[in-house]
């Protein structure tokens, strides 16, 4: 089972600022938050990754609590393209290395 | 970032055929690939997780014996999807993974299976 939760849909106005936050409560220590993108019909795209402090590249920023226990999307100028769906992932561990498990994720729609 | 690539991109099939997928990790060497299902209007779902020269480990519910995979080489993964039937029609997506345990993971553009 996914272990972060999303709203499940969200808009935001072209140009502006997206936020999309993550709670992910139960993380463990040694677990990093991942975002991933998927446009439609496309795999998905990695955004972001982090595992305590704030990371920021050329796609997004991604904001984590103190505590871990939830964190938060930036995409600072959004753009009609940045419509799709954003998967928050806590990527956890196994005897053959780490697997992804996605949620629903959160539908994205950025309007002109 | 790597590229993953997948072979077809879209197949059509008639119901009890088998059809072959292939993934492909272009420039670096993928020591673990991760297959994905996909049904419309749902999220991911983990199929399997192969390392390459070892048998795959199928997720709880996805029988073995009807998506095999099979990962001989540190490039390249297929799936084959047996009997194929109606309800197998899916967006079927691969992940691959180099050789650092927590290195990025890499997604294919998907191959999307339709079976009348």
């Known amino acids: 089972d996914a272990k972060t939760t999303q709203p499940t849909s969200m808009d935001c106005a072209e140009g502006r600022a997206a936020n999309l936050p993550c709670n992910h409560s139960t993380i463990s220590g040694n677990e990093y938050v991942y975002w991933y993108r998927q446009i439609h019909s496309q795999g998905p795209q990695y955004i972001i990754h982090?595992?305590?402090n704030n990371e920021t590249n050329e796609m997004a920023s991604l904001i984590i609590t103190e505590d871990r226990k939830s964190s938060t999307l930036i995409l600072p100028h959004a753009t009609l393209r940045d419509t799709a769906v954003y998967y928050c992932?806590?990527?956890?561990?196994?005897?053959?290395?780490?697997?992804?498990?996605f949620g629903p994720g959160t539908r994205l729609s950025v309007l002109p | 970032g790597a590229v993953v690539s997948q072979h077809p991109s879209w197949v059509i099939c008639k119901s009890g055929t088998s059809v072959k997928i292939e993934c492909r990790s272009l420039?670096?060497?993928?020591?673990?690939m991760f297959w994905y299902r996909q049904f419309p209007k749902q999220s991911l779902m983990l199929m399997a997780t192969?390392?390459?020269?070892?048998?795959?480990?199928?997720e709880q519910g996805v029988e073995k014996d009807k998506f095999l995979i099979n990962h001989a080489s540190l490039t390249l993964s297929t799936l084959t999807v047996t009997s194929a039937h109606p309800e197998d029609s899916s967006f079927y997506i691969c992940?691959?993974?180099?050789?650092?345990?927590?290195?990025?993971?890499?997604f294919g553009p998907g191959t999307r299976l339709t079976v009348t």
């Open positions: 982090g595992l305590k």
């Open positions: 992940s691959a993974r180099g050789e650092r345990v927590d290195g990025e993971q890499y």
């Open positions: 192969s390392n390459e020269g070892s048998k795959a480990t199928y």
């Open positions: 992932i806590v990527r956890r561990r196994d005897n053959y290395g780490q697997n992804f498990v």
């Open positions: 420039d670096f060497q993928a020591t673990t």
